[in-house]
């Protein structure tokens, strides 16, 4: 078995990225058109968003044709999982691996892939599938990386001035502006790997009426406007009710003057 484990075949290493709402094997379990064996090793660049499918394959080989298949889980930051299926007892051993959220895809002795029913964000990690065959040993790695859209608002700030915000996304959202003006833009990473990207953005041209705000991620655009006259808003409502404030404060004022002035008058002419 320790012969069988150790063979090195020669084989190509192919990288291949994918993005998609929901992961599925390339090229099933079949082998090549042509009946050989696939290449030595596979890696592949996989992006799922959160909450979506996974299936996590391995190398397209005929299950009568494995002797043993090694599963290895590293997600970022934390020690690795290691899951070992023998072909001959069709016994299966585990060692440090608590998450029982990743499954068999179906029957071990059936089918070597592994499948999560809702990727979260502590799913990010390297996933290794390591087949012995009695020519060699078959290799295909995933680099998962999870995908979180952002929640994207718009609002107005103060003086001529919008603010748009790509909320908790992963990877951090970009964020764009049209017509072109002055913005400032920062980055605040949260403890999951997540990013908020806030953008205030400043008018000096009186005639601007709307602003568009873009927000680019990979799991999907959004564009979001906003009316000039409500961003500065804020601002007119809040002079007008100062002004008025002002007015209704200062005919009090003279009211009271009057009344005083008309009292002590009144009080003169009692006295004489």
């Known amino acids: 078995m320790n012969a069988v484990w150790r063979t090195s075949v020669l084989g190509l290493l192919i990288s291949i990225t994918i993005l998609v709402s929901e992961s599925s ?101 390297l996933y290794s599938c390591d087949i012995a065959t009695p020519t060699g040993n078959f290799l295909r790695s995933h680099d998962l990386h999870v995908l979180v859209p952002p929640a994207v608002t718009l609002f107005p700030g103060e003086n001529r001035a919008a603010v748009c915000e790509a909320i908790a996304g992963k990877p951090a959202a970009q964020i764009f502006w049209t017509p072109d003006g002055d913005h400032i833009t920062k980055k605040e990473s949260h403890s999951n790997g997540t990013v908020t990207v806030r953008s205030t953005y400043h008018w000096e041209q009186n005639n601007v009426s709307v602003v568009f705000c873009f927000v680019s991620h990979p799991t999907g655009n959004q564009t979001l406007s906003i009316e000039l006259n409500q961003v ?29 002035f008309a009292f002590f008058q009144k009080n003169n002419y009692f006295r004489k």
């Open 25 to 125: 094997c390339m090229n099933g379990n079949q082998t090549s058109q042509n009946g050989s064996f696939p290449e030595s090793e596979v890696n592949t660049t996989l992006f799922v968003q959160m909450g979506a499918k996974a299936l996590l394959c391995c190398p397209a080989l005929p299950m009568t044709k494995t002797i043993l298949i090694l599963w290895v889980i590293t997600p970022r930051g934390q020690p690795p999982c290691r899951i070992i299926y023998r072909a001959e007892t069709k016994h299966i051993n585990e060692t440090n691996c608590t998450d029982r959220r990743i499954t068999w895809a179906s029957t071990s002795d059936q089918r070597p892939d592994l499948q999560i029913d809702a990727v979260a964000l502590d799913h990010d990690g």
């Open 232 to 260: 500065t808003g804020v601002t007119i409502t809040l002079r007008s009710l100062l002004t008025i404030l002002y007015v209704k404060l200062s005919l009090l004022v003279i009211i009271l003057l009057i009344l005083g």
